[in-house]
């Protein structure tokens, strides 16, 4: 940023660590829906992604665990907010947390479990952008545009809340229903056609 004008080209974002975090992206969402289809399925195909959820889990280990040794020698500014005292400990729940629920998952996945793998998953990209939110806070577009600097208007704000206060009771309507709806598993008899 050049007088809050972007001053970069247009491949800066383009580095080996922003594809190596694309290809951490496509693991966890791969796992994601591999433990949906274990929710949703059975037979065969619930079989098959129960072999691979297990693989998939231990991909996705090892990528958290580079992105979370990769991000901090890459950034400084990030390393001193995750290992300097007190901030080490306030946040040492979110590695450790992560390790928890991948033991859970494996043994989910390991006693042929139908739910407890996706929402183990869900918890697992939760705390994936948990750490994210901890490295880049309070900046939104790193390193150096912060919350409240891309902040709208206080009265751009209240419309905004007023807005969203009317629609998301009518979202959390159709999610609700929609989940009514498709609830239980889907056999070779069932058709949603």
């Known amino acids: 940023m050049v007088n809050r004008q972007f001053a970069g080209g247009s491949l800066d974002w383009l580095t080996p660590f922003t594809l190596f975090c694309g290809a951490a992206l496509v693991v966890a969402y791969a796992l994601l829906g591999c433990t949906w289809l274990i929710m949703k399925t059975e037979g065969k195909l619930q079989e098959q992604m129960h072999n691979l959820a297990r693989p998939l889990a231990f991909v996705l280990l090892a990528v958290i665990g580079i992105v979370s040794i990769w991000t901090p020698l890459a950034h400084p500014e990030i390393a001193s907010r995750w290992f300097t005292l007190p901030n080490l400990f306030w946040f040492l729940p979110v590695p450790i947390l992560v390790l928890v629920t991948m033991y859970g998952l494996i043994r989910a ?64 309507g159709y999610t609700f229903w929609s989940y009514y709806v498709f609830r239980g598993k889907v056999t070779h008899e069932d058709g949603y056609h």
């Open 109 to 172: 996945v390991a006693r042929n479990a139908n739910y407890m793998p996706f929402l183990l998953t869900l918890v697992l990209i939760f705390l994936g952008y948990s750490g994210l939110g901890i490295s880049l806070w309070p900046n939104i577009v790193p390193p150096s545009i912060s919350i409240w600097d891309a902040a709208a208007p206080p009265q751009s704000q209240g419309f905004m809340l007023v807005g969203t206060l009317f629609i998301i009771p009518f979202i959390l």
